[in-house]
């Protein structure tokens, strides 16, 4: 019996935009990823990254050499006015395993999940942002605390392009999405967000959605997720996509029988003990971290997650249509919200020079002091 480990899967890149953190991710994994070769249009910016990284271009599935295990699609799917799902069924047609970047229409999901079946191949849809890190932390935390109190609202704004990712994050935490429904869409004229209440898993939620972007560059929004699941012991929040998770417990004001919740003297006063803890506090690490960390190694560490996922689900043989209904269901409640939507609009942002924490970092106005005994 050999001890020796699997050999790396080999895998192909499809698409160099958003496929460079694919690139980035399994060049840094090489125990467990070997990138075979980048499939691309042959862009200038396709033809540098098969240079940089040391591996052959290729313009077409046929081109693929036959140890190929499995494909990264990052390339846009009709919704998008790319070829995605063409590319990812053409692949699976020859056995090979396919993660494909969201978002996919369900209709197109379903498809490849039958053709991932017919060939007896793994196929998977990654929605990204729940295999990043501060986001695992988040679904773990409110999975918990629903689990533990009653769940009475969920308020989230996120940017349109990443609203398919933030439906899953909500199915993960709830264990799917049903019952699930969406009023119509509030005015919107001359608002940057689009407001939507509904329910998620029977629970009241209000969302908000940026729904402009910028003509060829969806990187300007003005934030991706925020997350608030609440309940009446406190709510979890994911302020940023990219952390911090915060508790913040509920105030449960101490008061004896005729009412007084305060006594004059703080060193004889008892009631406000101090078992909750501060009114907020970090459910995971207090830091976030810097762009340059985001992009170099927090999102690749969530592909490499995903990848993981992939191929524990190629070595255990699991049937992918069963494997891919939460996929389908969060694919068709994103429908549902798209077209409530409707079509994006054209944002033209006006940043200015990038501002930093220390910027916004003033003198606090001085408090007037108040001497004892006055009114």
């Avoid at 047609?93 to 017919?118: K, Y």
């Avoid at 969406?182 to 998620?200: I, M, N, T």
């Avoid at 996509?241 to 101490?254: D, E, F, N």
């Avoid at 170099?296 to 560490?301: H, S």
Wanted: aromatic share 6%.
């Amino acid at each position: 019996m050999s001890d020796s480990p699997p050999r790396p899967m080999r895998v192909v890149v499809c698409g160099t935009r958003f496929g460079q953190v694919y690139l980035s991710a399994i060049a840094r994994a090489p125990q467990r990823y070997e990138l075979a070769g980048i499939l691309a249009r042959g862009s200038t910016r396709s033809v540098t990254l098969a240079k940089e990284y040391g591996v052959p271009l290729y313009s077409s599935v046929a081109d693929l050499p036959q140890d190929v295990d499995a494909a990264c699609v990052v390339v846009s799917t009709a919704v998008g006015g790319g070829p995605g799902v063409e590319l990812t069924k053409e692949l699976l047609g020859r056995g090979i395993h396919v993660l494909q970047e969201h978002p996919v229409h369900p209709a197109e999901l379903a498809d490849c999940l039958r053709t991932a079946r017919r060939a007896e191949a793994q196929y998977v849809v990654n929605t990204f942002y729940p295999h990043v890190e501060p986001v695992r932390q988040f679904i773990s935390a409110a999975r918990t605390l629903v689990r533990l109190r009653k769940p009475v609202f969920v308020d989230a704004i996120c940017a349109v392009q990443v609203c398919f990712d933030l439906i899953d994050i909500l199915a993960q935490v709830f264990d799917g999405l049903r019952p699930w429904s969406l009023s119509a869409v509030g005015d919107r004229a001359g608002r940057p967000l689009a407001s939507v209440d509904g329910q998620v898993a029977g629970v009241p939620l209000t969302l908000r959605v940026e729904n402009r972007m910028q003509a060829g560059d969806d990187s300007t929004s003005l934030l991706l997720h925020r997350i608030t699941v609440g309940t009446d012991a406190g709510n979890v929040m994911l302020a940023n996509t990219h952390g911090p998770v915060l508790w913040s417990p509920v105030l449960r004001a101490p008061a004896d029988p005729e009412g007084i919740f305060l006594s004059g003297s703080a060193d004889a006063d008892t009631r406000w003990s101090d078992v909750l803890g501060p009114t907020a506090d970090y459910v995971g690490a207090p830091q976030s971290p810097t762009w340059s960390g985001v992009v170099r190694e927090l999102w690749g560490d969530g592909v490499l997650t995903a990848l993981d996922d992939l191929r524990e689900r190629v070595d255990s043989g699991v049937d992918p249509l069963r494997g891919g209904q939460r996929h389908l269901a969060v694919a068709t409640a994103w429908k549902e919200l798209t077209e409530a939507l409707g079509y994006p609009e054209v944002a033209v942002p006006d940043p200015g020079d990038p501002l930093r924490v220390a910027d916004l970092r003033t003198e606090p106005v001085a408090v007037r002091p108040h001497p004892a005994g006055s009114p």
